[in-house]
Structure formats: structure tokens, C-alpha cells
């Protein structure tokens, strides 16, 4: 049995809490920490079985019978709490992105070197069932040369201006799941991105500096072109497909939703809305990589998705960064690391 403890009680912090608990057999929360614990959070906890709480994370990197650390605090705390933990030889699942600064996902890899420790990121959805049969048909040649991929992902709602603030803006908070989607259906590395974008749903987010709207076009190394359209917003709910088109055929993914139930009536047919958002679409694929992390630790194996994986879609969020504000394609050779 696998202990862990969980840094940060927010949105993930407690949907790993809620999977861990209910659909990891071989892990069990030994403690949670989050500095703004408050008597809510530490009722779900103790809901969910947890042992202890606290408002100071060190408690749980100097507790020697903690194996794994889950950081899910803010994203500036990722790759300090990275290094914290490893340094006191703890294993570390962090959730995405490990930073947005370059210089310091380095630190990260620094600190692992030569400790044997395992390190995995939290880009769920390739544990999702749809998006793995998806990759597994691609790489099993089923549409023979990948040569179009396109990624439709939007979200019910937008964050609230405070989040996108200090969310280092939506292609490093948001795209940075298709970016790592790309790379897995692709099998390969981006060369070159292109994007357009705008402020369409919420002019706060504008005026926070970041856009809600985009159109992202990118070169794979295989050859491959690649397609992303990202909105804030979809009064419909959370809309997440793919499309692989190939030399053989194509392979594409629908959105799961609640029942397959089709109304037909004398105004139309009307089927089910997408599940609403990341925690009821993804449930399954936070259990799954965690399992695959624990599976990890237990075998001395490699983790799915390593630092170097962390790493890859950060380089290709700064390059869509960089391409909006020179309004030009950015190469990947572009960004320094
Ligand atoms: N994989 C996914 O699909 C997914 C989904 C949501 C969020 N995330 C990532 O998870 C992270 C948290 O996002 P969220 O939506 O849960 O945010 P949130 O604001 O709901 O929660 C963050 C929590 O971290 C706590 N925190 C801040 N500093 C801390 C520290 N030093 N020690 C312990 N706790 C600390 C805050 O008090 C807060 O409760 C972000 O980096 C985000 O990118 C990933």
C-alpha cells in the first residue's frame, strides 16, 4: 500500500482526494495540506477517509512514512514543491504544468537526477477511454499515415478574471491538454505553430490580458498537420473531441454524455447535452493515471508521463504565445530550454 499525501484542497486537489479514496485500491491519503484549510474542506477530507490536515505542507514532505506527494496546490507552487519533495526523496505526481517558466521545469529535472524517484504530470486525458482507443488506433496503423488531427475543446464556462490572472493565460492553462493530445495522437513532436485568436466571450478576460477564443494550427514532425479550436465557452457544455485523418481512413470520438437517450418529436430530435465539465467527463482518467503512478512506484517502472513530457506542450504553449503576439508561425527551435 502506496501512502500519499495531497498538497492543495482545491477544484483537483479534491477530485484526486475523491478518486484516490473511492477507486485506488492500492493508495490511501495519509494527509492533506492547504494553507486556506477551512472547516468545508476538512469535513470532505475526513469524508473521504483521510487521516489528517494541515495547513502546512511541510508536514507531509518530513513525514517519513509518506512514499508520494500529489502537489494540486496553485500552479507557481508546482515545480518548488517539485523540488521540496524530491529532495526528501518523495515520489511526485504534479499536477499540469509543472511551470510555466522553462528555467525552472530544468530545476525539476535537476533535482530528479540519478534519485531513481518517480515523477509523473497530470495530463489525464490520455487515460481517458475515448482519446486512448483513439491512440491506439493511430498507432496500431489502423488510418495508416497520419496526415490531418484535429482537437475541438472548449469549456462550459470561463474562469473567473482573478483565475486567468494568475493562470499564465489560456494556451499554458487551458490548450496545454491539447498540445499534450496532439503529441500522443501524433506519436511526435510539434516543428511549427500558428495561432489566431480573440476575446469573444468575456471581456474581463481581455482586459486581464489573455484571450478566450482560438484557432491553432501546427506542423508535426511526422508530417502531420494538426488543428485545435479552443473556446472558454460552450453554451452547450464541455465539448472534447478528436479527429485523426489518414492515408487509410479516420478514426474521431464523440462526446460522452449522461445516457445515449434521443428524444424524436414533431419539433425535432433532441439527444443529451456533453457531461458538464473536467470532473464529470474525466473522473475515470484521474483514477487511471494515478493507478498507473502508484503501478509505478510498486514495479519500479517508469511513469506514463514523465518531466521531459511536462516540459514539451510548455515549450508549445510559449511558441502560441509568441506567434499572437508577432502574428506569425513560431517554431518549436524557436524556444530556448
Ligand atoms: N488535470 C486537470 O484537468 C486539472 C484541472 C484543474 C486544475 N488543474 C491544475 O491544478 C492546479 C490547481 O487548480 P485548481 O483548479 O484546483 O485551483 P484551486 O484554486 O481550486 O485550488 C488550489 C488550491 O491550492 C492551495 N494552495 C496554494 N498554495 C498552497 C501551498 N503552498 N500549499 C498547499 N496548498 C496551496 C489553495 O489554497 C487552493 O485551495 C493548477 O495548477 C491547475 O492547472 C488541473
Redesign the pocket.
Known amino acids: 500500500m502506496i501512502k500519499v499525501g495531497i498538497?492543495?484542497?482545491?477544484?483537483?486537489?479534491?477530485?484526486h482526494m475523491t478518486s484516490i479514496s473511492t477507486r485506488v485500491k492500492d493508495a490511501v491519503i495519509k494527509t492533506v495540506?492547504?494553507?486556506?484549510?477551512n472547516e468545508e474542506?476538512i469535513a470532505f477530507a475526513k469524508s473521504m477517509g483521510v487521516e489528517h490536515t494541515t495547513k502546512?505542507?511541510h508536514e507531509i514532505i518530513n513525514d517519513p512514512e509518506i512514499d508520494a506527494v500529489l502537489i494540486?496546490?496553485?500552479?507557481?507552487?508546482?515545480s518548488p514543491?517539485s523540488i521540496e519533495a524530491i529532495k526528501a526523496g518523495k515520489h511526485v505526481f504534479c499536477?499540469?504544468?509543472i511551470d510555466h517558466d522553462v528555467a525552472r521545469i530544468k530545476e525539476v529535472m535537476e533535482a530528479l537526477k540519478g534519485t531513481g524517484l518517480k515523477y509523473q504530470v497530470?495530463?489525464?486525458?490520455r487515460f481517458d477511454h475515448n482519446f486512448e482507443a483513439l491512440q491506439k488506433a493511430v498507432a496500431d496503423g489502423k488510418v495508416g499515415k497520419p496526415e490531418i488531427i484535429k482537437i475541438t475543446s472548449r469549456d462550459p464556462e470561463p474562469p473567473s478574471p482573478e483565475?486567468v490572472k494568475v493562470?499564465g493565460g489560456m494556451f499554458l492553462?487551458m490548450t496545454i491538454?491539447d498540445f499534450d493530445m496532439v503529441r500522443y495522437l501524433a506519436g511526435c513532436d510539434a516543428e511549427e505553430i500558428y495561432v489566431q485568436s480573440a476575446v469573444l466571450v468575456d471581456p474581463a478576460i481581455g482586459q486581464a490580458g489573455d484571450v478566450d477564443t482560438a484557432l491553432i494550427t501546427l506542423k508535426m514532425a511526422n508530417g502531420a498537420l494538426a488543428m485545435i479550436d479552443n473556446s472558454r465557452k460552450a453554451v452547450y457544455g464541455y465539448d472534447q473531441r478528436a479527429e485523426v485523418f489518414g492515408s487509410k481512413g479516420m478514426v474521431q470520438t464523440a462526446n460522452d454524455t449522461e445516457s445515449t437517450m434521443v428524444f424524436s418529436g414533431d419539433q425535432g430530435i433532441v439527444a443529451e447535452k456533453p457531461l458538464y465539465f473536467?470532473l464529470e467527463r474525466?473522473m475515470e482518467s484521474?483514477s487511471r493515471e494515478v493507478r498507473l503512478f502508484v503501478k509505478a512506484i510498486e514495479e519500479d517502472t517508469d511513469t506514463p508521463l514523465g518531466v521531459m513530457d511536462g516540459l514539451k506542450p510548455v515549450l508549445m504553449g510559449i511558441a502560441a504565445k509568441k506567434s499572437v503576439e508577432e502574428h506569425r508561425p513560431v517554431k518549436l527551435s524557436e524556444i530556448k530550454f
Open positions: 498538497i492543495g484542497a482545491g477544484r483537483i486537489g479534491k477530485v495540506a492547504d494553507p486556506f484549510l474542506t502546512d505542507y494540486c496546490s496553485s500552479t507557481d507552487t508546482h514543491i499536477e499540469k504544468p497530470g495530463f489525464n486525458r483565475y493562470s492553462d491538454h473536467f474525466y484521474f
